[in-house]
């Protein structure tokens, strides 16, 4: 526990706490505002009268006592009778019970919010304001969109929930594995969003709701796959760019500096997954993440990584990352010849900068010049137009 | 819950299909309504004439203006619907993506407002 038991406790205890509450009141917004009524109530008594033994017991009934009270107060009374019995059962007046004995719906929650009749965009916000906790302002910081839209999005994918009958409960066993799919896809999405900024919360939560994942589902080894492939990706975030904000790539990063913990971890992880022989695109990308990690990349086993993910899922993207490796391991000509049987990634500006680095590398600079340049009008960032304006200036004049 | 399940294809490939395939799909169409009386989801369901016999109707400022065509000209039409009891929107769907037009159209799947006595 940090300097602060009240932060501590919403990060741990508010996505359980609120996904409780739903599964009593069949409510999203009462329950949110619920949860969120009993941390201002905690964030006042907690330093005056001590911790409670259990913060989320503690959470849970303060918050239910609330939604009691808000009910009462609401003419509907006789249509809210249901409500109020179930809340009534739903903790032991005891407030230091533990939380442990009420089960436990977040799993519930992470499939409603991550429901495919959802836009995308409403289920990642869903995601991190109901599970996470984050603020909507914060939310909206975080994807760089007004709080207005981003509290609109989130008002209309609640209404949907509600109006269209989506299910809270996690899906039947023959819906499971294609509705997982589509819960892993938003957490590493959310992931990504805050990866290319460093004092983005983003990564962390999707790590933490990860983790939420394999708790709830130990034996799925594509949850356990993402929490390693999240971790092994984030224990490299401090190198990935230099202090002016340029791009480092992976083989000159100061493998000193990556974050041992997280390594540990994921490596771990992925040894434990790739156990249950159950391989999937999550597992097979940690793997090859956790073969960055040794003293020096191991190449030939990236390569036979990356032919597993191809058969698994076959895409152009990935075809381009096994040519690359394919040229770390033997040679940028085989690199090349690889790359250039890809199709479709004409307007990929990943494409014409790997292909224009292995020129570069065979001294073919005319034709690495023209690849770069391709590359700079395909929309670069601020840091790729930076490096890619290095490696041209690299080049013999032409 | 109630949903209407409203069926979009396009007419023409309707119109241009040889006549065995299209007998075989309205047989479909008949063996999913049963499936679906069978099962309790059905409360109701029709199929449309083509939108060359639609004709729209607006009032505007009390006056009645009636016009030759559909609502709106789309590369899918309207061809149909079902009205489904189901529990939740999943049951729904599982409904919807047998509709046999769910192959070479779209199902948009829609709940119905049930009003409060």
């Known amino acids: 526990m940090s300097r602060d038991p009240v932060a501590d406790a919403f990060r741990e205890e508010f996505g359980r706490a609120v996904s409780i509450l739903i599964r009593a009141l069949g409510d999203f917004d009462l329950a949110q505002d619920a949860v969120q009524e009993a941390f201002a109530v905690a964030a006042e008594r907690w330093p005056l009268d001590g911790v409670p033994t259990s913060p989320g017991a503690w959470i849970v009934t303060t918050a239910r006592n609330r939604a009691i009270d808000r009910l009462r107060r609401e003419r509907t009374l006789e249509t809210r009778r249901a409500e109020l019995a179930r809340l009534a059962e739903l903790a032991p007046d005891e407030e230091d019970d533990d939380v442990s004995t009420i089960p436990d719906e977040r799993l519930a929650l992470i499939f409603t919010c991550c429901h495919p009749a959802l836009s995308v965009d409403a289920q990642v916000a869903l995601t991190l304001r109901l599970l996470g906790g984050l603020t909507t302002p914060q939310i909206a910081r975080a994807f760089l969109t007004g709080e207005a839209t981003m509290a609109q999005r989130l008002v209309r994918a609640k209404h949907k929930i509600r109006a269209a009958g989506i299910p809270f409960r996690v899906p039947p066993d023959d819906a499971l594995p294609e509705r997982l799919e589509a819960v892993l896809a938003i957490v590493y999405l959310i992931f990504n969003a805050g990866y290319s900024d460093v004092r983005n919360e983003l990564s962390a939560e999707a790590i933490r709701l990860g983790r939420t994942l394999t708790s709830l589902m130990p034996d799925e080894p594509e949850a356990l796959g993402l929490v390693a492939l999240m971790l092994l990706h984030d224990s490299r975030r401090g190198t990935r760019l230099d202090d002016e904000g340029g791009i480092v790539l992976l083989e000159d990063q100061d493998r000193s500096r990556w974050n041992g913990v997280e390594i540990e971890e994921g490596r771990a992880l992925v040894e434990a997954a790739l156990r249950r022989r159950r391989p999937g695109r999550y597992q097979l990308q940690a793997a090859i993440a956790a073969c960055h990690t040794g003293e020096a990349s191991d190449w030939p086993q990236i390569v036979l990584l990356y032919d597993g993910l191809l058969r698994l899922q076959p895409s152009p993207v990935v075809e381009l990352n096994r040519a690359v490796a394919v040229a770390m391991h033997r040679g940028p000509e085989a690199g090349l010849a690889e790359i250039d049987l890809i199709e479709g990634l004409d307007g990929y500006l990943y494409f014409h900068a790997a292909r224009a680095d292995l020129l570069r590398r065979l001294g073919r600079d005319g034709e690495a010049r023209g690849a770069y340049e391709r590359a700079l009008g395909l929309q670069p960032s601020d840091a790729e137009r930076r490096f890619i304006e290095s490696r041209l200036s690299l080049l013999s004049p032409g | ?117």
Not at chain 2, 46 to 66: F, I, K, M, Y
Not at chain 2, 68 to 76: S, V
Request: hydrophobic share 35%.
């Open chain 2, 1 to 117: 819950m109630q949903y209407l399940c409203l069926i979009y294809d396009d007419e023409s490939l309707w119109a241009n299909m040889p006549e065995g395939e299209r007998n075989a799909v309205y047989n479909e169409y008949i063996g999913f309504t049963q499936s679906i009386k069978d099962s309790g989801h059905h409360l109701g369901g029709d199929a449309l004439q083509p939108t060359s016999t639609a004709t729209s109707v607006r009032v505007r400022n009390g006056e009645t203006l009636v016009t030759d065509g559909p609502f709106a000209e789309t590369k899918e039409q309207l061809g149909g619907y079902y009205l489904v009891e189901a529990k939740d929107v999943d049951e729904a769907l599982k409904i919807a993506e047998r509709i046999p037009s769910a192959r070479y159209g779209t199902i948009e799947v829609r709940p119905v407002v049930v009003w409060e006595e």
